[in-house]
């Protein structure tokens, strides 16, 4: 099972603003920085975020991406019927087994 | 913009190697800046992160797999290559190849910035 557990669910109405949690450990959250990556129905992944908060070309600045500790968080603004899908935190981790790059358990993102 | 394909056996039997091998176009694979992962998806369940390759001669892979895999690059033909021995029906998954990202010419995870291009991936099924 993932080292990085995200809440299998979370919804919104359009418009609104829902947030997503990454919880994670020392050797990961807590010294690395965070990647998340959306993935729409009966796609690829798609990278969102990159070291914790920064977006690529092209992503909307309705997605945000912020760090605390071992832990971090997505917020989507402005909701809307197209972000329905599953969003996965993930970053490095470091063990005696050597670097690993771990995903999250992922969420689904239902728009009501 | 470069683009990643992938090709491969779609129907592998349980205890034989799964192939699969990731054309990129629209860039060079020995572009400085880049390596290059595989990652895979069973179906309906998240995301693993299988290894990723670069200068030909270096890769790592993920702790859980490292005794089955093997990646490789071909510069000449600008693909990459996947080989996993020993599968089992654990092993079905679609398998997506993937450019890794970073910010400067060392590529050490500090430098990381995710993995920007995927392929539109590949159903692997092992099953006799």
């Known amino acids: 099972q993932s080292v990085l557990t995200q809440p299998p669910s979370a919804s919104g109405s359009p418009g609104q603003r829902v947030t997503i949690s990454c919880s994670g450990s020392?050797?990961?959250?807590?010294?690395?920085?965070v990647d998340w990556y959306q993935q729409l129905p009966g796609t690829a992944p798609k990278l969102l975020i990159y070291?914790?908060?920064h977006r690529p070309s092209g992503v909307p600045d309705r997605f945000s991406g912020s760090k605390s500790g071992t832990s971090a968080s997505l917020a989507i603004s402005g909701l809307r019927s197209d972000d329905e899908g599953d969003y996965f935190c993930?970053?490095?981790?470091?063990?005696?087994?050597?670097?690993?790059?771990?995903f999250g358990t992922g969420t689904k993102v239902s728009v009501l | 913009q470069v683009q990643l394909q992938e090709s491969g056996s779609g129907l592998v039997k349980p205890s034989q190697t799964l192939t699969l091998t990731c054309g990129v176009s629209?860039?060079?694979?020995?572009?400085?800046?880049?390596?290059w992962s595989w990652v895979r998806q069973p179906p309906g369940k998240g995301l693993e992160w299988i290894g990723y390759v670069y200068n030909t001669e270096t890769s790592y892979y993920s702790p859980s797999l490292r005794s089955r895999v093997t990646m490789s690059m071909d510069k000449s033909k600008n693909h990459f290559s996947l080989r996993l021995t020993s599968v089992t029906a654990a092993d079905t998954a679609v398998y997506y190849c993937?450019?890794?990202?970073?910010?400067?010419?060392?590529?050490?995870?500090?430098?990381?910035?995710?993995?920007?291009?995927w392929g539109q991936g590949t159903t692997v099924t092992v099953s006799t």
């Open positions: 629209g860039g060079s694979i020995s572009s400085g800046g880049y390596s």
């Open positions: 020392n050797s990961n959250i807590g010294s690395r920085y």
């Open positions: 993930a970053g490095w981790d470091d063990n005696l087994s050597g670097p690993n790059y771990v």
């Open positions: 070291r914790n908060d």
């Open positions: 993937v450019r890794d990202k970073y910010s400067g010419y060392d590529l050490d995870r500090d430098s990381y910035d995710g993995m920007d291009v």
